[in-house]
């Protein structure tokens, strides 16, 4: 690896060991990420990212979210370009709040770009999945307020735009409360909650999507990407730019959470929304048969896109020789 290969780093506020990142990178093992040279945890998995906790002094309170789906330089620039028009806009023209970021891009020992957001590390407890266990039924109503609340931010902002829409991720697991305190777990209205998850840009100018559409494909096995591409690009994405659909996936995430009895006080809730508050944007209220079939269908998706993935990887390793560059969560409870 050359030194002028490596590029791009922006740690907005932050002090990175950008060696120890290279090191770190070097190191990882992909299919079994707790065993990599430089002990790590994995916080969270993603479709495009992996979030990890890296065990090393110079990495204390960080959360770093490894992105490795880039074949050129070329891609991962234009990538980074609306990666960082995407933050500017929640920050800067939506409000929403994000946690204190920077990141580091370089090409790694294989020859592979790979791009890593980094963020403070945001207590566990706080994560809105995780939050929602411990709250008292009424707070976690509120909870899932303030997300529609700070969801609602994304839609004025799009109502009042002529050639740009922002969409947006709404899961409970992308908000993190911010001063909460998990040995009395309690939230009161108008909490301030940051959004994490960012590394994927949805914007779309002129009705076009600036993130490369193939790059949500990149990680999927190419056995499927001609079926993915006309089904994925076309439902999968366009449900982030359409509040309602955003909505119903936020709610869906009781059932993922195994706290469906939380539905019936959260379609009140959200039902008055959009008949008051959210009025301008026309929207039918949403029953709970919508959410159960959603939640239904969305968990078939998923376990069965992973199951492929898993598949794929094992063509890799086995059929095809080469190594398989992504990391795939183990079982995940539904
Ligand atoms: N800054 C952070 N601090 C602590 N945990 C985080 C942070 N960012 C993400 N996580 C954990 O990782 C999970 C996945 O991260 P996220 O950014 O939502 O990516 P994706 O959903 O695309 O995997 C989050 O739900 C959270 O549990
Ligand atoms: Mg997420």
């Not at 963020?119 to 307020?145: C, H, T, W, Y």
């Amino acid at each position: 690896m050359d030194s002028t290969d490596i590029d791009f780093i922006n740690p907005t506020g932050f002090k990175i060991d950008f060696a120890g990142l290279v090191e770190f990178e070097r190191g990882l093992d992909p299919i079994h990420p707790e065993r990599s040279a430089v002990p790590c945890r994995v916080l969270g998995f993603g479709e495009i990212s992996t979030v990890f906790e890296i065990h090393a002094a110079t990495f204390d309170g960080l959360a770093f979210k490894r992105i490795s789906i880039f074949e050129t330089r070329e891609e991962l620039s234009k990538y980074l370009l609306t990666y960082q028009e995407y933050n500017r806009l929640l920050e800067q023209d939506i409000g929403v709040h994000l946690p204190r970021h920077g990141h580091a891009a370089f090409i790694n020992q294989s020859g592979r770009p790979v791009f890593y957001i980094i963020q403070s590390k945001l207590p566990v407890p706080a994560i809105g999945n995780k939050a929602m266990n411990l709250l008292p039924r009424e707070d976690a109503v509120i909870l899932f307020e303030c997300v529609l609340h700070e969801l609602y931010k994304v839609w004025i902002f799009n109502q009042r735009q002529a050639d740009c829409q922002v969409g947006i991720d709404g899961q409970v697991s992308n908000w993190v409360i911010n001063q909460f305190d998990p040995i009395q777990p309690r939230v009161e209205p108008g909490v301030q909650l940051s959004y994490v998850d960012t590394s994927t840009p949805f914007i779309r100018y002129h009705g076009v999507e600036q993130m490369e559409p193939e790059l949500f494909l990149r990680s999927a096995p190419s056995f499927l990407a001609w079926i993915l591409r006309w089904l994925f690009l076309k439902d999968v994405v366009a449900r982030y730019y359409d509040f309602r659909l955003v909505v119903i996936d936020l709610l869906a995430n009781c059932c993922k959470e195994q706290m469906p009895e939380l539905i019936p006080d959260l379609l009140v809730m959200v039902n008055n929304f959009f008949a008051a508050q959210a009025r301008s944007l026309n929207l039918e209220p949403i029953e709970a048969k919508e959410v159960l079939s959603y939640y239904r269908e969305d968990a078939l998706i998923w376990s069965l896109y992973l199951s492929m993935r898993r598949v794929d990887r094992f063509l890799h390793h086995f059929i095809l020789f080469r190594p398989y560059p992504y990391i795939l969560p183990g079982r995940i409870k539904r």
